[in-house]
C-alpha cells in the first residue's frame, strides 16, 4: 500500500488563509501608520510611532485602562491643543482570546486629578453596583447618573471634581459618541472602547476630546483642593 506524505487539504487551505489574514493585517497596519503620520503632520504633531513607552501613572491607584491591562503603544503622536499637552495613540490588549484596540487621547496639565473612570453605563454595571455599591451617583443629576457608571477610590475628591456645572455640560453630550474618560496623576484619557479612529476622522476626534478635557481641568473643583 502507498500512503500518501502530502498534508490534507483541509489544513493546507486554513494554513494559506492563515498567512493570507497576516499578510493583509502587516500591510493594513502599515497603510495606517502612514496616513496617521501624514495626519499628525497637518495637525502640527510630532509622530512617534512606536517608539513610545506610555505616560508616566499614579501607582498609589489603577483606575485608568492603562493600568488595568498589559497593551501595546503604537502610531503615538504628541503636541499641543489649545493650551493643554496631548498624545494621541493606539493601544491594544488582550482581553481572553481577543485582542482589543482604541485610540485614547491623552492630556496633561499641572494638576493632580483624582483617580477615577467613567464610561456609559450597560447592564452589567447596574447588576454589579446593586451588589458592591461602587458607582458615584449624584441625585441632582439622575441623567448624568442614569448614563455613566463612575467609579473612584477617591470618592470625596471626585465629588468635588465633578461640579454641577461639569456634570451638566457631560449630560449635554450626546449619548451615542459613548466617551470612556479616566484620570492618573496629572493625564487625562479619553476613548470609545474597542473603537480606533482613522487619518481623516483624526481632527475631529482631536477637536471633541480636548473639549470634554478643557471642561474637566477648568472645573470649579480642581481650584485649591490640595489633593
Not at 501595546?72 to 482589543?100: T, V, W
Amino acid at each position: 500500500m502507498n500512503h500518501s506524505n502530502s498534508l490534507p487539504w483541509p489544513f493546507l487551505f486554513f494554513l494559506v488563509l492563515a498567512i493570507v489574514l497576516i499578510a493583509l493585517a502587516i500591510l493594513y497596519a502599515k497603510k495606517r501608520s502612514k496616513d496617521l503620520a501624514e495626519a499628525a503632520q497637518r495637525l502640527g504633531f510630532t509622530f512617534m510611532g512606536n517608539t513610545w513607552r506610555g505616560p508616566m501613572l499614579n501607582s498609589q491607584h489603577k483606575a485608568c485602562l492603562l493600568q488595568r491591562t498589559r497593551g501595546r503603544f503604537n502610531n503615538a503622536m504628541m503636541g499641543m491643543s489649545g493650551s493643554l499637552e496631548a498624545i494621541l495613540f493606539d493601544y491594544a490588549y488582550q482581553a481572553g482570546r481577543s485582542s482589543i484596540s482604541q485610540t485614547i487621547a491623552c492630556y496633561s496639565e499641572k494638576v493632580r486629578l483624582p483617580p477615577f473612570a467613567m464610561k456609559p453605563e450597560g447592564i452589567f454595571d447596574r447588576i454589579g453596583d446593586a451588589i458592591v455599591h461602587n458607582d458615584i451617583d449624584f441625585d441632582s443629576h439622575p441623567e448624568f447618573s442614569r448614563r455613566y457608571a463612575l467609579k473612584s477610590p477617591d470618592e470625596a475628591n471626585t465629588r468635588r471634581l465633578f461640579t454641577p456645572s461639569l456634570l451638566s455640560y457631560l449630560e449635554q453630550i450626546p449619548s451615542e459618541t459613548r466617551w470612556n474618560i479616566e484620570a492618573s496623576g496629572p493625564n487625562l484619557f479619553i476613548y470609545r472602547a474597542g473603537r480606533t479612529v482613522s487619518a481623516a476622522n483624526l481632527s475631529t476626534f482631536l477637536q471633541q476630546t480636548s473639549t470634554i478635557a478643557t471642561a474637566i481641568f477648568n472645573s470649579d473643583g480642581l481650584k485649591g483642593s490640595g489633593f
